[in-house]
């Protein structure tokens, strides 16, 4: 069972940023891919961005001019700007691993609201 712990999430006002990390407890070689998703109120949970174990990013279409995710060492982080109130949501991290298991996150809520 790998564990996987969010921070970051919290109120911001439209267009400001804020930054996501989550660790995950496991060997960094083991992680095939790691993501984040969110979930909005009333909404189906959707994915953020992925990469892969060469650094491969893959953004979401409506986020991927305003997001960057980053991989470290069984670490990800999501870097979002210019926040919208859309962009309200509960974010999860996600991972993968060489195996095809799967984790997920408690989720941080973000709250974009002046």
């Known amino acids: 069972q790998v564990q996987l712990v969010e921070s970051g999430g919290g109120l911001v006002q439209p267009g400001g940023s804020l930054r996501l990390s989550c660790t995950a407890s496991?060997?960094?070689?083991?992680?095939?891919?790691m993501a984040w998703y969110r979930q909005a109120p009333g909404q189906r949970r959707e994915v953020v961005a992925r990469?892969?174990?060469?650094?491969r990013a893959e953004y979401q279409d409506s986020v991927k001019d305003r997001v960057t995710i980053a991989r470290g060492n069984a670490e990800v982080y999501l870097q979002i700007h210019s926040l919208k109130p859309e962009d309200t949501a509960v974010y999860y991290c996600?991972?993968?691993?060489?195996?095809?298991?799967?984790?997920w996150g408690q989720g941080t809520r973000v709250t974009v609201s002046s």
């Open positions: 996600y991972v993968m691993l060489s195996n095809y298991s799967n984790f």
């Open positions: 496991t060997n960094n070689f083991d992680i095939a891919v």
């Open positions: 990469i892969d174990r060469d650094g």
